[in-house]
């Protein structure tokens, strides 16, 4: 526990000096390539042709550096981080993380339209696994580090800790408990604090104070919702078709970089608003000093400009650059009230819609609306705006939701064959499919052997069904066995004249699809086929299996082993037997510095040692006879819960 503690406290000062060195590298880089640290001031006193060109130059670099982040081992991104937290799967790896920062910063400070945020919520979350491991916490204590380094990465960010818990609590995990609430709230204090030393206090936008001049404006805001609604998901859907274009053009990475990066030089060519992540514009837009068409010409532009810098291969968020599009929009939307519902006697006073733009687009983009609310009112320490942020961010995520199904955050989730639907439960039983429980090689004749080779199969313990490959699969069980026994004329019959069809599962059903389909089987499994062929069966007992593993998180019946084929991670179920456990222990003291033979831990503790994880290993490994722990070294160990207790203590 102590262990624990110590780690949400390090994690904490961990995202909050890497967001702190990231916005000072980037300042600095700024003031070297622009000869300041604003963006938008640097651009503009640009020539026309360094306009165009230092975006481009930019793009090719972030593309070289983000393929050297692909081939690093381990996931990264904000995608592996639900994946890590909520399913407890994926490792997050700091060295690609690094290397997508970089990327980012060369992005950045050439004008790439892409926010900063991703790179250090990342980081939080990379800083949470690797402490995990590195102190040796059980699974789930590393879950919550990583959701706790998430929320201090999110809040050194934006300078927002009760938005930080509620990104985490909304979009990482879907869930609230102590157990997570208080971990995250803790290191996303200490992130904010120390940040706040280090950089200011103040809110990100400077201090805020909009009203409503009149209720009826509520209703301006819950149109400014439904408008948000629509925009959220046509931009996230502009995205992905892009990304999917880029995909399938024949050039090198780094050329589609470049051409990237040209897209926003072009665009910041007449409109230097559009580079950068948005922040120096966003303030322009508050105070009313961008108003007008102009606004309608940003939304289109910035949201372009953000689509080729991503789709190209530039790493980043697209928080920022969203909350732009949002101010952008509700400053709009705040130039037609005067003339609709109330008069007012400033401008700039306009520019509560364009605060209130932010928080839902950003509800419209990650369907996190209570999230998007409070951070709208602690960039701005704007509180007087609670009620219509409120009702607009609801508003936005609903009609986002209706739709498009994913967020911005889900979407890569989903295209990786995770569905991110439902409730946590929900989730958990969808990630698990069909192949990763399956039996292979059934019992099976062909359609002309015989009957008596299937009778004589059914007649083997715990076999209940013969299948008979072909199209459609068919079988014969235990019902047609005592059917073809009394019939004398059986001698003469084939296994294909009196097999009957059956129905089949996909390899990609997931248990919920399963546990509807074998409710129905009369024998408690269901063969598993894809494009006719027979793959295996999956039963009754492998479900039930499952879903204590992944569900319950029991791992009693079955137990989740990664493995890899061909350089590919897969997973595979694994029954127990009766009272067995298998976990990763930490190689206890005692037995440091000397061959593990002589621990004869078989002998002393009635568990066997199955594989050996070294100090800082991402993967597994045989272990060899010669085999000497390590400090840092764990033990993959098959036993019962006593004896691997047993071990621990030493």
């Known amino acids: 526990m102590a262990r624990y503690g110590a780690a949400v406290v390090l994690v904490g000062i961990l995202g909050a000096a890497f967001a702190i060195a990231f916005r000072l590298l980037l300042h600095h880089g700024l003031g070297l390539i622009l000869g300041t640290g604003d963006v938008l001031e640097g651009f503009a006193a640009l020539p026309w042709y360094a306009r165009l060109l230092l975006p481009a130059a930019g793009g090719a670099v972030a593309a070289a550096i983000s393929m050297l982040a692909v081939r690093s081992p381990g ?58 491991r590195w102190l040796q916490l059980p699974a789930r204590e590393t879950r919550m580090l990583v959701a706790a380094g998430t929320g201090a990465g999110f809040a050194a960010a934006y300078n927002t800790p009760f938005a930080a818990v509620l990104f985490v609590v909304e979009i990482v995990t879907g869930v609230l408990g102590i157990d997570i609430l208080v971990p995250v709230a803790l290191a996303t204090a200490i992130a904010t604090s120390l940040t706040r030393l280090a950089i200011g206090g103040a809110p990100i936008y400077g201090q805020r104070q909009f009203a409503l001049v009149t209720q009826k404006e509520l209703l301006a805001h819950c149109a400014l919702g439904l408008l948000a609604g629509a925009v959220g998901p046509a931009f996230l859907a502009a ?42 514009a966003i303030q322009l837009i508050l105070d009313a000093k961008l108003i007008g068409l102009l606004l309608g010409v940003l939304l289109v532009a910035k949201a372009a400009a953000t689509i080729a810098s991503v789709s190209s291969g530039s790493p980043g968020g697209v928080f920022t650059p969203s909350m732009f599009l949002g101010a952008a929009l509700g400053g ?88 991110w639907r439902g409730s946590l439960t929900e989730r958990l039983a969808h990630a698990v499919i069909a192949r990763d429980i399956l039996t292979m090689d059934p019992p099976r004749v062909a359609a002309d052997a015989p009957v008596s080779f299937a009778l004589e199969q059914l007649n083997a ?15 014969l069980d235990l019902n047609d066995a005592k ?22 599962v996909a390899p990609r059903d997931s248990l919920l699809d399963l546990g509807e389909k074998l409710w129905t089987t ?127 203590s030493g």
């Open 75 to 132: 996931g990264h991104g904000v995608a592996v981080i639900l994946e890590s937290v909520a399913l407890g799967r994926g490792q997050i790896r700091l060295p690609a993380v690094l290397l997508k920062a970089l990327a980012s910063l060369a992005a950045l400070c050439t004008g790439g339209s892409i926010g900063r945020e991703g790179s250090i919520i990342q980081f939080g979350g990379g800083a949470g696994s690797l402490l995990g």
């Open 461 to 475: 313990p715990n076999v209940r069904v013969v299948y008979v490959p072909g199209t459609p699969i068919r079988a």
């Open 239 to 280: 995205l992905s078709a892009a990304e999917t274009a880029v995909r399938r053009i024949p050039l090198p990475r780094l050329a589609i970089g470049a051409l990237g990066g040209l897209v926003v030089g072009t665009l910041a060519l007449k409109l230097p608003q559009v580079t950068g992540n948005g922040y120096e």
């Open 522 to 648: 009369d024998w408690g499994e269901l063969p598993v086929c894809d494009e006719g062929k027979l793959l295996g069966v999956v039963t009754r007992r492998a479900l039930l299996g499952a879903l204590d593993a992944e569900v319950l998180r029991r791992d009693v019946l079955l137990t989740r082993v990664v493995r890899f084929e061909g350089g590919r991670e897969a997973e595979d179920f694994f029954e127990l037997p009766p009272d067995r456990r298998i976990e990763e222990v930490a190689v206890p003291r005692s037995f440091l510095d000397a061959p593990l033979r002589t621990a004869h831990l078989r002998e002393r503790f009635g568990v066997v040692v199955i594989a050996v994880r070294k100090a800082g290993a991402a993967r597994v490994e045989e272990v060899p006879p010669d085999y000497v722990p390590n400090r840092g070294d764990r033990l993959l160990v098959v036993g019962a819960p006593a004896a691997l207790e047993a071990l621990r």
């Open 332 to 419: 709009l939307v705040g130039a037609v009230v005067p003339h609709v519902i109330a008069s007012r006697g400033s401008p700039a006073e306009a520019g509560g819609y364009a605060l209130a733009g932010m928080a839902a687009v950003i509800a419209a983009t990650t369907h996190a609306p209570f999230m998007a609310a409070t951070l709208a009112f602690e960039l701005s320490g704007d509180y007087s705006l609670v009620i219509p942020l409120i009702a607009g961010t609801s508003i936005a995520a609903l009609l986002s939701r209706r739709i498009r199904a994913d967020s911005v955050y889900t979407e890569e989730l989903r295209r990786r064959g995770i569905p």
């Open 483 to 504: 059917r073809l026994w009394t019939d004398p004329g059986r001698d003469r019959l084939r296994a294909g004249d009196v097999a009957h069809e059956v129905p089949v």
